[in-house]
Antibody, heavy 119, light 110 residues
Framework: EVQLVQSEAEVKKPGESLRISCKGSGYSFANYWITWVRQTPGKGLEWMGR????????YYSPSFQGHVTLSADKSSSTAYLQWSSLKASDTAMYYC????????????WGQGTLVTVSS | QSALTQPASVSGSPGQSITISCTGT?????????VSWFQQHPGKAPKLMIS???NRPSGISNRFSGSKSGNTASLTISGLQAEDEADYYCSSYTTISTLVFGGGTKVTVL
């Protein structure tokens, strides 16, 4: 069974750094892209970018380029989303998800990681 | 890029059919047959209901169907059931190799 298990909720202060994780199981992790999606009450779902775990090639949405960093460790079947300096506007639910191919929609999703940034 | 345009809400009685529209541009919905639909219940992750405009993944009820004309795609739910009450999002692959979502539609079963 394909599963994506994300790290627990985080509460951080503005300016702090953060890395959240997404561990895949039940399939060959290196053979499928991982995408990240942000969900906020006001803006719905937003596609942030994708990473190919086989070589860590990344492709970002222009809206998120430079604000976040995607990475992956194929040896531990884990993908990461990180921020170097959080802002209050980063408060959201973040999902990792797995598409069949880079042009396809995600068909498997993690349970989500809630990130709260507040002073 | 801008989000795809969906109605904020759609409602229907049990057994009825409803249709949700999703309007984009020639750079996304109109460019490829790569429109998808997701269902999301409160507190849950989105669930893929339709891919490639009309394809239902295994296990998805045939009460859900998709179509597309030009820059507008549609999701039809026939034989509406109480369990269909949820938020629905469309998405499309784009000409700059990204994925863009719609703003979401809240479906209410009266």
């Amino acid at each position: 069974e394909v599963q994506l298990v994300q790290s627990e909720a985080e509460v951080k202060k503005p300016g702090e750094s953060l890395r959240i994780s997404c561990k895949g199981s039940g399939y060959s992790f290196a053979n499928y892209w991982i995408t990240w999606v942000r969900q906020t009450p006001g803006k719905g779902l937003e596609w942030m970018g994708r990473i190919d775990p086989s070589d860590s090639y990344t492709y970002y949405s222009p809206s998120f380029q430079g604000h976040v960093t995607l990475s992956a460790d194929k040896s531990s079947s884990t993908a990461y989303l990180q921020w170097s300096s959080l802002k209050a506007s980063d408060t959201a639910m973040y999902y990792c998800a797995r598409p069949r191919d880079y042009s396809q929609p995600p068909d498997y999703w993690g349970q989500g990681t809630l990130v709260t940034v507040s002073s | 890029q801008s989000a795809l345009t969906q109605p904020a809400s759609v409602s229907g009685s049990p057994g009825q059919s409803i249709t949700i529209s999703c309007t984009g541009t020639s750079s996304d919905v109109g460019a490829y047959n790569y429109v998808s639909w997701f269902q999301q219940h409160p507190g849950k992750a989105p669930k893929l209901m339709i891919s490639d405009v009309t394809n239902r993944p295994s296990g998805i009820s045939n009460r859900f169907s998709g179509s597309k004309s030009g820059n507008t795609a549609s999701l039809t739910i026939s034989g509406l059931q109480a369990e269909d009450e949820a938020d629905y999002y469309c998405s499309s692959y784009t000409t700059i190799s990204t994925l863009v979502f719609g703003g979401g539609t809240k479906v209410t079963v009266l």
